[in-house]
């Protein structure tokens, strides 16, 4: 199940992932909401808790994210993750060589950090 948590706003969307993330979660609740961002500011920054009993993705979920990003590959500013495990952190890296925009991984406890850092406005391109 995803949650859209209420510290949203703007450009910033924040989401609770807890149990499993079915692809039914994804298609209704995450997917829309970060294309009407989209649509709304251009790119968006993407906070995405995955709290103590998030157990993972079905294969259907997994499916819809990896065309979801890859569709919007050029459409993400920040996207932080809160919680991640190990193989996860791993994922995100490769996926990332195939997005613009930063991404950075957090500890369970660092929901704040991960907001803040989100919210801390467009990257700055290299000179």
Not at 1 to 23: F, H, K, Q, V, Y
Request: hydrophobic share 45%.
């Amino acid at each position: 199940m995803i949650d859209i948590c209420p510290e949203s706003e703007n450009e910033t969307l924040i989401a609770r992932a807890t149990g499993i993330l079915s692809a039914a979660d994804y298609e209704t609740r995450f997917q829309p909401k970060i294309e009407e961002l989209i649509a709304q500011h251009g790119k968006v920054n993407i906070v995405l808790h995955l709290d103590e009993m998030f157990e993972g993705w079905d294969l259907g979920a997994m499916w819809d994210d990896a065309s979801f990003s890859l569709k919007h590959r050029h459409d993400f500013n920040r996207f932080a993750v809160v919680g991640a495990q190990a193989w996860f952190k791993w994922a995100m890296q490769l996926g990332s060589k195939f997005m613009e925009g930063q991404f950075m991984t957090f500890a369970p406890n660092d929901l704040n950090g991960a907001i803040a850092w989100a919210k801390a406005g467009p990257i700055q391109p290299l000179e």
